[in-house]
């Protein structure tokens, strides 16, 4: 799993798509590629349709006109229950775990191994700490309470929930907000190691220089249009500031 | 193991607490330390225990039944009325106790498809039942049941009164349901996380709708208990008793806010409470204290358990 796979033809691929809610038009024919193997970074400011576009692909709300593409595949909209299919999976910031529920019935649920209805706990303890090992996770033990672990490791468990059930394409939002130096520095160490995994990974986020810190690629995008997508090293903050900003719109 | 012993220390306070509750009442009465009065308190605790059972999972869910109480009456008066109606005593047990899952499960139907709070949905019905059941018997009681229904309330398997072996089952049937299934698992995380529980693709409805159906089966229980003991169905019969159960399963360790609880935390808080009325009873000491001193052991432990989790999430 831990060969970097190099992938030509995107993962995920949107096509000219329209959103509007009501009078507001919200997207106005976004097209963005993601590719397993990096990270993509959506930014853009409040109201530039970020939000809109990743509900969009977790099939939380269904696009008025274009198409979305899933390792070639063509979707017109997705329910989340087909983007979950799929392997679209959202990392929820905080509202994903249990607190009083122990690691591995975190990372289990919904997709608990039992026999007739009882749990196979110890199974279950095992192929938590393998999943755990294989994404690179450090939890010391699957047993403890998922409120007594810090950010880094709950969004970790969040993630291995995400990956067991098939996830391929994890997207962050703000993955690291009201979060402390040392916390943000794992969560965004566990983002590259995913993605150096071969997960197409997608963070939305306010925080440029965490976004040039981990990101590929990074899509500007502004009043509901991608206005450009740039590779991240060969850019500045500056020239993506002027771009959200609309000083300078494309060069 | 270690961190085994510390997730449970709690209960191990619990059964250190039993334990000099015990020795202390065996030193203040020369009658407490009998075979007979330890059957005289698993026999009276069998009730409670039968209705704490469901509670406890309800209330780990993050919910609060508090018609189980009226739940008690209503079985209770429908088993006493079909076995005067002449059923038979094992059709009128097994209709009694389906009325009370009925019961169960329309709480938990109002509660999950109403959206709306259990403790009002409960209090309503609850209300409701006790309502119904004056109206169908004008008050009145009705007795005289017949031996093979009375076997319930007082025979004996052997030494063991049938309440103490039906709550002992029930005890076990609720510890496997709650920490080996899977439903006891989507119980907990209902209590834990309804929000991640749901977007996981649980259906969160029909666990609620399971959990109160199963906590009114447990009142259905200790109902039919209740009316085989005295020979008698009373209209009044099981109010309060709610309290008693609530009482039980928080002072057994489970989290008022849900998500936390166990079985066997609730079986050693209701012998608790039960061996403290016994030995205040033999020592004479009238019931309207045991009453206070009850709602102080339960605001202590309250006390204890709430301050030890806030301890434990400001890490």
């Not at chain 1, 393998?130 to 950010?151: C, F, W």
């Not at chain 2, 319930?152 to 063991?160: A, D, F, N, Q, T």
Request: charged share 15%; with cysteine; aromatic share 6%.
């Amino acid at each position: 799993m831990n060969t970097k796979e190099v992938v030509i033809t995107p993962f995920l691929e949107t096509e000219d798509i329209y959103k509007s809610f009501n009078q507001v038009k919200a997207l106005k024919g976004v097209s963005v590629n993601a590719f397993g193997g990096e990270v993509l970074a959506i930014v853009g400011d409040n109201g530039a349709g970020k939000s809109t576009l990743i509900k969009i692909l977790s099939g939380v709300l269904q696009p008025d006109s274009g198409i979305i593409r899933i390792e070639g595949k063509e979707y017109k909209r997705l329910t989340p229950k087909k983007a979950a299919e799929t392997g679209i999976s959202t990392v929820y910031q905080d509202l994903a775990l249990g607190n009083t529920m122990n690691v591995a019935a975190n990372l289990f649920l919904g997709s608990e191994i039992a026999k007739g209805g009882i749990l196979q706990k110890k199974k279950m303890r095992e192929e938590a700490e393998e999943l755990l090992k294989n994404l690179d996770i450090h939890i010391p033990d699957v047993t403890e309470t998922a409120g007594n672990l810090s950010g880094g490791q709950r969004q970790g468990v969040a993630v291995a929930r995400l990956v067991h059930k098939g996830g391929r394409i994890l997207i962050f939002d703000e993955p690291t907000a009201a979060m402390g130096l040392n916390e943000s520095a794992a969560v965004l160490k566990l983002i590259k190691r995913l993605a150096s995994q071969g997960f197409a990974v997608i963070v939305i986020s306010h925080n440029l220089p965490q976004v040039f810190h981990i990101s590929d690629r990074i899509c500007v995008m502004r009043q509901g249009k991608v206005i450009k997508e740039l590779v991240t090293e060969d850019t500045t903050m500056d020239e993506v500031v002027a771009m959200i900003t609309g000083a300078s719109t494309t060069s | 193991m270690k961190k085994r012993l510390k997730n449970n220390s709690y209960t191990f306070i619990l059964f250190g607490v039993l334990t000099l509750l015990t020795v202390v009442m065996a030193a203040a009465s020369p009658y407490f330390f009998s075979w007979k009065n330890f059957r005289n308190i698993l026999n009276q605790s069998a009730i409670y225990l039968v209705l704490s059972i469901g509670m406890t999972l309800v209330i780990c869910a993050g919910q609060i039944d508090l018609s189980v109480g009226a739940v008690i009456g209503f079985s209770g008066m429908s088993m006493g009325m079909l076995l005067k109606a002449g059923v038979p005593a094992q059709a009128a047990v097994i209709l009694g106790l389906l009325i009370a899952a009925l019961a169960g499960f329309l709480n938990g139907w109002i509660v999950a498809y109403g959206r709306i709070n259990s403790f009002i949905v409960t209090l309503s019905t609850m209300t409701i039942l006790r309502g119904i059941i004056l109206v169908l018997t004008n008050a009145k009681s009705v007795f005289g049941f017949g031996p093979v229904f009375g076997f319930i309330g007082s025979g004996r398997v052997g030494p063991v009164n049938m309440p103490i072996i039906i709550s002992v089952i029930m005890a076990a049937i609720g510890s496997v349901l709650l920490h080996k299934t899977k439903f006891g698992n989507y119980c907990l995380f209902t209590g834990s996380n309804e929000v991640a529980l749901n977007r996981s693709g649980v259906n969160v409805k029909k666990y609620k709708v399971l959990v109160f159906t199963f906590c009114g089966l447990c009142a259905g229980i200790a109902g039919m208990i209740v009316t085989a003991r005295l020979n008698s169905a009373e209209p009044l019969a099981g109010q309060g008793y709610e309290m008693d159960a609530i009482a039980a399963t928080i002072l057994g360790g489970t989290s008022m806010r849900g998500g936390k609880g166990s079985i066997i935390g609730t079986v050693a808080a209701c012998f608790i409470l039960n061996v403290m009325k016994n030995g205040l009873t033999l020592l004479s000491i009238s019931t309207h204290y045991q009453e206070i001193l009850t709602g102080l052991i339960l605001l202590v432990s309250v006390l204890i358990s709430e301050s030890s989790q806030r301890r434990k999430s400001e890490v």
